[in-house]
């Protein structure tokens, strides 16, 4: 419509160009331009035709066109105008507006547009614009202006044609158009289901909210795209037909599809599609509405799973009677094979075809159907397989919307089993009522209800003197009825209660009865009713009084026997066993009575004696008597039980065997007596074997002997672990010399070394007074033992004996034997054993430490004489070659080779004798000695400084000498037991071997002191040291570092025999040799309550 437009203005301005330019023979084809404008090209043909016959050149107001027009000059102002502008148009006179401004007819707002389009329209040769005009009434109308220019024969603007069209209904219509669409956006837009626009080709043209928010995709992202790709991948060639069949035949239709959320949740929609028409009814799109079926889809999934798990047959029919629905309770209950049904699952088949179901019932069924009736019946049935069953059946009719039967929904119910109670329940009805047992029914709340006539028969009372009545207020009830009825009342809840009630008669009489009480539940699972069955037990009662009176007085005489009695019935099933078989066994009565023969003798026997007892049974039912049959039971714990078994038969008054009696005596004590003897002489055998097996060995064949005699020891006593400890020299730490381990026991003799005695202070306190430690079970330790218990679990060790081993009334060590498998339990008498070998022991290891003494010593003495020997030999040799050349010298005068010969000989002569004095000093260390005294370890040192002092001071060097803190500092003096003049030999011999080796030092040191807390004293220098692999060979008789030092070598052996007389030891911790290494030498001695101790 725009272009026919355009090309109508096009024309218009051609046609008026042309008329300005002379050339009148132009006119304007009227049949190529649009209506709104073909009353313009004829007044511009009458223009012509007018001009042509009056050859003016400006427009005659005669002439009027269908618009307002006027002729205005090149600067715009208006020269002419047509009467329709000035009355009708502006309401003004015509000569009025005639000069104004081409804008002064106009609103000012529009103005500078208006000026604007004016002088396009010069410029391009046409312009338009809308505007608004102002009337001269003061009114206002929308127009659209329209300018050309009229020109010379140069081309040259002489004059501007413009008209007005009146655009009031255009604006009108737009106006109401754009209502009538924002309208339609909004309700487009508040739609609350998915609505979009596609056009012929699928595509998606727009789309609502609710589209963006079922799909999760955007509008942006829906607008463009072709419309099936919201839907699942499978149904898009659907999509694609369903949509060109709408396209085809311009009918709406009804689709079901599944939308693919962008979260991948796929949603069912139905979808309804419904042609876009052009205003004249061409198709150009279609507007598609979806609906969340998700509920729907729900809904009839749970309905469909109602219906599917329905306890009750639901079918449904129409109105001929076929079959259009059914469940599998339906089903089950119909039995129609799938192949009759006609169609699958059934579908369409009529009822009155169904082989199995009263044809004629059916028949009757649908004709009251058809009425509008709804049937309640019951009917037989009879399945493929010939059951015949009974089925309740409710018909009811449904209706169309013109309320017509349109057909029948059937809920049918297999009542077979109801039917079958129905009848059981008269049966035993009929039986209770001819019953000769009195029954009765009582409610929940105790009323009776109902007695049979055996209830009047037995107690005399009439029913109407029952019924009706709560329990407590029947006639029968006794006081003693009521306390037990109330005790029983928490009971009444059970399936199943029985207990006995005495009762009244109406003699009077008492009867004693045996109830039983049954509840009725309802489907509820509540109990609507109780029935009790009432039997007369009063004769029984008393069988059972006598019966009781005699049992009691045999199990009293079997209760207070000593030894245990079992007692087997006919079958040899236990039936009885005394309190003395509970005791001995641990097995209550409850759990043994009742057992066969062959479960009892499994659970009580050893395996080897059950084979005998099976032997045995047969001899048993024959009535065979058995005496002193020896054999084991097994206790409850599996403890061995040795017993001599007796068995008789039981027989009844007519002589028939209809049990045995089996007496046991218990001969535990017995075999325990024999044991032990057996053990304690085993036991004596090892010993003396080990013993006699010592006498034969070398000292260095000991250990070897000690670890066998721990393996036969340990293996005899059927423990884990056996080891002997041994004491340090001080008594302070302790050693595990010796140990054996059973198979599978982690040795832990590595573990043990050197432990302080002070880790064990219970252990300890016991074995210094030569007691033997017992623990059957670690775990009991009394607290004061709590180091040692934690030391013996880590252990892993259960149980332990600990024997001291006393070698001339002093603790050298202790035996031990462990159990790390098991608790184990040790007799006394094997206990003592075990103390006489801590004894044997003890002795043998003194021995063996005396033979090795006296090898030391034996070896000491050849390696003494050696060295004297050798030494005194080299003074000897000195002294007789220089005899021989003083005699030289002196036959040859030489005077001055003779005075060095007698220096020779008498410094040869003084070495000898220093020699001699070392060695003889020496041999007196531990013969000749002083009384030891308690003194300060201080006041010793003082005097080994006062007797060496001159030695200090003939050195060259500045030597300085300290006490260490220990000593200068203390506020208590160290005190020691010692022989005091030998302990300062020992220090003076230190000190001046400290001076001797003390090399280039420059600043010699000597500190003498001992470690705190402990009883080790210490000489330490800065000299060049001692190296590693001499630290003991300086200890050694005349051994020197340095061969060409002064001396004899026997300081250091004289040093280490004092310091071991007194029962110390010894040592040397030193870098290495080299200045500045030093060496320390270390030296322990006695205290004076260590001494005390070792006296007592």
Request: with cysteine; hydrophobic share 35%.
């Amino acid at each position: 419509m725009a272009e026919v437009k355009d090309k109508s203005i096009s024309m218009l301005n051609r046609a008026l160009d042309n008329v300005l330019d002379g050339d009148l023979t132009a006119r304007v084809d009227l049949g190529l331009i649009s209506k709104e404008y073909r009353g313009i090209g004829e007044k511009i043909n009458e223009v012509v035709d007018v001009i042509s016959k009056t050859k003016i050149s400006k427009i005659s107001k005669s002439i009027e066109f269908p618009n307002p027009a006027s002729i205005f000059t090149p600067d715009g102002r208006r020269i002419d105008t047509n009467f329709l502008a000035a009355e009708r148009y502006f309401r003004r006179p015509r000569d009025e507006i005639i000069g104004e401004r081409i804008e002064a007819l106009y609103t000012e707002e529009d103005a500078e547009r208006i000026r604007d389009t004016f002088e396009e329209s010069k410029r391009t040769g046409f312009s338009s614009c809308e505007t608004t005009v102002r009337r001269g009434d003061g009114t206002t109308f929308p127009a659209v202006l329209n300018f050309a220019p009229v020109k010379d024969e140069k081309g040259s603007v002489i004059n501007v044609l413009g008209t007005a069209s009146d655009v009031s209904e255009l604006k009108k219509k737009e106006r109401e158009l754009k209502a009538e669409k924002e309208y339609i956006s909004d309700i487009f837009a508040t739609m609350p289901d998915p609505l979009c626009i596609v056009d012929l080709n699928g595509t998606r043209t727009d789309c609502d909210p609710a589209m963006e928010e079922i799909t999760g995709i955007t509008r942006e992202e829906l607008i463009g795209k072709p419309a099936k790709i919201v839907f699942v991948e499978e149904e898009w060639a659907e999509c694609d037909h369903a949509m060109k069949e709408v396209f085809k035949t311009g009918h709406a239709t009804h689709l079901e599809r599944t939308i693919l959320a962008k979260d991948g949740r796929k949603i069912p929609v139905s979808a309804h599609v419904h042609v876009r028409r052009d205003a004249d009814g061409n198709p150009i799109g279609a507007i598609v509405a979806l609906r969340d079926v998700s509920e729907i889809k729900k809904r009839e999934e749970e309905l469909r799973l109602v219906l599917n798990n329905a306890p009750v047959g639901i079918m449904r029919f129409d109105r001929g009677g076929t079959i259009l629905y059914e469940n599998p309770a339906a089903k089950e209950i119909s039995g129609v094979p799938e192949e009759e049904r006609g169609r699958p699952k059934g579908i369409g088949m009529k009822i009155t075809n169904m082989p199995n179901i009263d044809v004629t019932t059916s028949i009757e069924w649908m004709e009251k159907i058809s009425s509008g009736e709804r049937v309640s019946d019951r009917v037989r049935f009879k399945s493929l397989y010939g059951k015949e069953s009974m089925l309740a059946a409710e018909v009811v009719p449904t209706f169309d919307e013109k309320g017509e039967v349109d057909g029948v929904i059937a809920l049918i119910k297999d009542v077979t089993e109801l039917e079958e109670k129905r009848r059981e329940i008269e049966r035993l009805s009929t039986m209770v009522e001819n019953s000769g047992t009195p029954i009765a029914l009582l409610d929940p709340t105790s009323r009776w209800k109902y007695v049979n006539p055996a209830f009047e028969k037995v107690f005399g009372f009439k029913r109407e003197e029952v019924l009706g009545k709560l329990g407590f207020e029947t006639p029968m009830i006794t006081g003693e009825a009521k306390k037990i009825i109330t005790e029983k009342r928490e009971l009444y809840g059970k399936d199943a209660v029985t207990f006995e009630l005495p009762l009244v008669k109406r003699s009077g009489e008492i009867v004693h009865i045996l109830l039983t009480q049954t509840c009725i539940y309802d489907e509820k699972g509540e109990v609507t009713n109780w029935v009790g069955e009432l039997n007369d037990i009063t004769e029984l009662k008393k069988r059972e009084e006598e019966l009781k009176e005699a049992r009691d007085y045999t199990q009293n005489v079997l209760d207070g026997a000593a030894a245990p009695v079992l007692v087997f019935d006919r079958n040899i099933n236990l039936n009885y066993v005394n309190s003395s078989f509970e005791q001995a066994t641990g097995y209550t009565k409850e759990e043994c009575i009742g057992d066969t023969m062959d479960e009892f003798m499994s659970k009580i026997l050893k395996e080897e004696d059950v084979a005998r007892m099976t032997d045995m049974a047969g001899r048993i039912a024959s009535g065979e008597v058995v005496h002193s049959m020896p054999l084991t039971f097994l206790t409850k714990e599996r403890r061995e039980l040795p017993a001599l078994l007796s068995i008789a038969p039981i027989k009844d008054v007519e002589g028939d065997i209809v049990g045995s009696v089996v007496t046991a005596m218990d001969i535990t004590d017995l075999k325990r007596v024999e044991e032990a003897l057996e053990y304690r002489a085993d036991f004596e055998n090892l010993i003396a074997t080990i013993s006699t097996n010592f006498i034969n060995l070398h000292s260095d064949e000991i250990d070897t002997g000690i670890n066998r005699a721990l393996q036969a020891l340990g293996e005899f006593a059927g423990i884990d672990r056996s080891y002997l400890f041994l004491f340090s020299e001080d008594g302070t730490m302790i050693f595990n010399t010796h140990e054996w381990c059973a198979e599978g026991i982690e040795p832990q003799i590595d573990n043990l070394q050197g432990l302080p005695i002070n880790d064990f202070p219970w252990f300890m306190e016991k074995l210094n007074r030569f007691e033997t430690i017992y623990t059957p079970r670690v775990a009991n330790l009394p607290p004061e033992a709590n180091a040692e218990k934690e030391h013996l679990q880590l252990q892993g060790i259960q149980s332990l004996i600990i024997v001291p081993m006393v070698y001339n009334r002093s603790l050298v060590g202790f035996l031990g034997f462990d159990s790390v498998r098991a608790e184990k339990r040790w007799a006394e008498g094997a206990i003592a054993l075990l103390g006489m070998m801590g004894e044997f022991f003890a002795n043998t290891l003194e021995r063996k430490k005396m033979e090795d003494e006296l090898k030391a010593k034996n070896t000491e003495m050849e390696r003494f004489v050696y060295t004297v020997s050798h030494d005194l030999r080299s003074p000897l040799i000195t002294i007789s070659g220089f005899a021989g050349m003083l005699k030289r010298d002196i036959e040859n005068s030489k005077r001055e080779d003779v005075e060095t010969d007698l220096l020779m000989i008498e410094d040869a002569t003084k070495k000898m004798d220093h020699l001699l004095r070392d060695t003889l000093e020496l041999s007196r260390v531990g013969r000749i000695t002083n009384p030891p005294e308690d003194v300060s370890f201080k006041d010793i040192v003082k005097d080994a400084l006062d007797q060496i002092s001159g030695e200090i001071g003939s050195e060259e060097k500045d030597i300085e000498i300290s006490l260490e803190d220990s000593i200068s500092k203390s506020k208590k003096e160290k005190i020691v037991h010692v022989d005091r003049e030998r302990i300062v030999e020992v220090l003076t011999n230190l000190i001046s071997n400290s001076i001797r080796y003390i090399g280039d030092q420059s600043k010699p040191k000597i500190e003498i002191g001992y470690l705190r807390d402990e009883n080790v004293f210490f000489v330490r220098d800065n000299g060049i040291g001692i190296p590693p692999d001499q630290h003991e060979k300086v200890f050694d008789l005349f051994y020197k570092i340095d061969k060409k030092s002064e001396g004899s070598g026997a300081g250091l052996a004289i040093v280490k025999r004092i310091v071991e007389v007194h029962g110390g030891r010894i040592w040397i911790e030193s870098g290495g040799e080299g200045n500045d290494k030093g060496s320390t030498f270390y030296f322990t001695l006695p205290e004076p309550d260590e001494v005390v101790k070792n006296e007592e």
